[in-house]
């Protein structure tokens, strides 16, 4: 156990797939896992194990923001040896070629601030996806035809954001979506030497204003729980 995490010792598997909605966690791990088991539930923050094609594989809930995600991910590498962590959430999208219900595989992630920004202090690191992950998850993508971009996607600190130059300059920069926890994994998974992978399907779109009706919002979400959990065992 630790602090927010309830699941005993070797109830978390090595592969982690980390959905901000702890009902989310829930419902991927019912459709997608076998023998999906309650792992922890302190603060209503679901997790489950189970296995995928008799691979052993988490999902645990992260909360929103980069706060919220740096514990529930500092916890299970550090205390539980997780060793593949896949963000799998929504994204706004930031370009016009980018569509709702598209998937965006993170391969850089740019941000104003991360909890870490405490010890990068005045270092501009690059934080990147495991290249394992994302080449597995591209090639994944195409097999389920799923319509997919990879490049680089801003994690904000702010859903209602007060900064629209901020937006700007990251759609001129040809960041592909917003979103609010990867940048914080991949400087994590960098500082401890595990995988991970932002997988988003985006869920709303911040030039055309269009966004995802919620009865479509499940098959979305399920395309990107495949994509994860193929690329976690290619
Ligand atoms: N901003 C930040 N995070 C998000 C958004 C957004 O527009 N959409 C989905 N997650």
Partial sequence: MTIHIGAEPGQ???????????????????KFLDAPKLVNEVRG???FTGTYKGNPVTIQGSGMGMPSFSIYANELIRDYGAKTLIRIGSC???????????VILAMTTTSVSTPSSTI??????APCADWSL??????????????????????SDTFYDE????????VRHGIL?????????????????????????????LITGEALPSSEREQSFGDMVEVALEAAFT
């Fill in 134 to 155: 994302l080449s597995a998850a591209a090639k994944a993508a195409k097999s389920l035809d799923v319509a997919t971009h990879i490049g680089g996607i801003y994690s």
């Fill in 163 to 170: 900064r629209p130059d901020l937006n700007e300059q990251m």
């Fill in 177 to 205: 979506g917003v979103e609010m926890e990867a940048a914080e994994l991949y400087i994590l998974a960098a500082r401890h030497k595990v995988r991970a992978l932002g997988i988003m399907t985006v869920s709303d779109h």
């Fill in 120 to 125: 990068l202090r005045d270092v501009n690191f």
């Fill in 92 to 102: 706004g999208g930031m370009q016009e070629h980018v569509k709702v219900r598209d």
């Fill in 12 to 30: 978390i598997a090595e592969t982690v797939l980390m959905p901000g909605d702890p009902y989310r966690a829930r419902w991927a791990a019912e």
């Fill in 45 to 47: 923050m679901l997790g």
